[in-house]
């Protein structure tokens, strides 16, 4: 393939569109052009039958002596742009190539402003994705419901491994407080431990209970709640009070005949010392159950208290929110992918697009002067062809002028015929022919109607 950078221009090349810039029309005012409008216009103005104008109210004659002239001009201009044409046959190969090179890196740039959606595209035919994402919109979408519902407020939600330690913890209070009494009662460590827990688990479990429905009690207990849910809800309350009760009932019992032994233990000792002392220790038992329960029920009321907190007054709305925080969650890991292939997109597209552009830029470098001249070319066919229409213009009026004068003279009564309608001279002269692109580009469309 020829290259365009030699001598920058091919002198071939070069000498053709010379020729395109350089061409003009004849002038209107030559005496050839002038002698044949002097004579077809004399012959029209002695015609003894009536002019027929076509639709753009010329003449035969003003069409032949006109126009013509102005297509035979166009005709070799087309010649000589088609020379230039076929002087850089050879090298067109490389200015298509930048031509498609630039839509290329238009594409690339329009994908990579794109490449979220494609991204996302990638996804939607894995089923995961689609549930993942239909799951937020509809839990987000009630959660967003309740939470205007309840003014904006967020709903109150604990961790529940945290909440679940913190049981626990009510639990191992009770058990430390209880186990030696149990153990020294019983004797014997498995059974202690185990009365230990189940009194710790109670407690728990009751306080957890009466926290929740002291913050909740018009959840559960209003009138947009269903009976069988009051009732039983009341049944489960119930339950842990009787349970709260019980093993408060066995820690008192429990604490007051291990005093008891206690005392009497310590009274055995006391009658049986080498002293001969009879007198036992004194040991308040009413006192010491009462620090026991006073213990055992600070604990209930702390976890209580504990459980009031960590709780919202509606479970509904919190559990909303827990859906919408898993689904979000699950929703969020998802994105995160998302994000990574529009990433790796972007990444693929930047170096594509970079890889375009220096091939483009190379290309620009070899086949620029010759898209200069082609792009002047370009121009030179737009001006050429609106001068032809300023061109027949002039020739027309003076056509027109010279008809016009001749028939004043030797035929005053010459009439005209345009579209079916028949009319003199006067009204010949006040009519207006305005010829276009068409008039000289017959091959473009039907040419224009005169205006009247």
Partial sequence: MPSTQEAGVDPGVKSKFDAVIAFRFPSANSPAIRQRI?????????????????VNGMTSGMQAACVKPAIDALEEFDTLVHGFDNAIEPYRGEMDALDGLDRTIANLRRDFSNAQVRAEEAFLKEHKYVEAKTAFAIASAKYHEEKLRHNNIDARVFPILAYILILFAIGGLEWAINYMAILEKFGVPAFALGFSAVI?????FASHEHGTLLKQWDHWFGPQNEERKKVQKFVWSCFATVALLLVMGFVGWNRYTWVQAEISRSSAGAASSVFGNSAGPVINIGQEVAMTLFA?????????????????KDPDYATHFKVFIRARKVWDGWKAKVSQEKTRLEHVLTNEIAAEESKAKALQLRSQPLNQLRSQVLDQKERIETQAVTYVSSLIREYKMAL???AKVSNPTISFIMAGGQFDLDRYIDTKVVPSLQTVRPEL????AATA
């Fill in 296 to 312: 055992n029920i600070l604990v209930y009321i702390i976890g209580l208290a504990i459980a009031y907190w960590c709780h919202d």
């Fill in 200 to 204: 710790g688990s109670a407690v728990a």
């Fill in 404 to 406: 016009v004068d001749f």
């Fill in 38 to 54: 002097e004579t077809d216009a004399e012959h029209e103005a002695g015609s003894s039958r009536p002019l027929r104008l076509n």
């Fill in 445 to 448: 469309s039907p040419p224009e």
